[in-house]
């Protein structure tokens, strides 16, 4: 999950939670946008901890590479 895909579900969640005001039977819109607000969170953490563990914008190229002649005997 991305960070789009994150800060989607948060925005989702958030609307069913605090925007939504329908009574239904059966399931409860609030706990279904508390549970994506959470997932949402969830998603976004782990996205920003391997972001900058692969890479991440900048991080490309940045290969240094050491060469030494041999003496020929």
């Known amino acids: 999950m991305g960070l789009g895909a994150s800060l989607f579900l948060i925005a989702i969640g958030a609307i069913l939670a605090f925007a939504v005001d329908v009574t239904t039977e059966g399931f409860n819109l609030s706990t279904i946008g508390i549970i994506l607000m959470i997932v949402g969170a969830l998603g976004l953490v782990l996205s920003m901890i391997f972001w900058s563990s692969w890479g991440g914008p900048g991080n490309r ?12 005997v």
Not at 65 to 72: G, H, K, L, S
């Open 61 to 72: 190229g940045n290969t240094t590479v050491v060469e030494r002649e041999r003496d020929i």
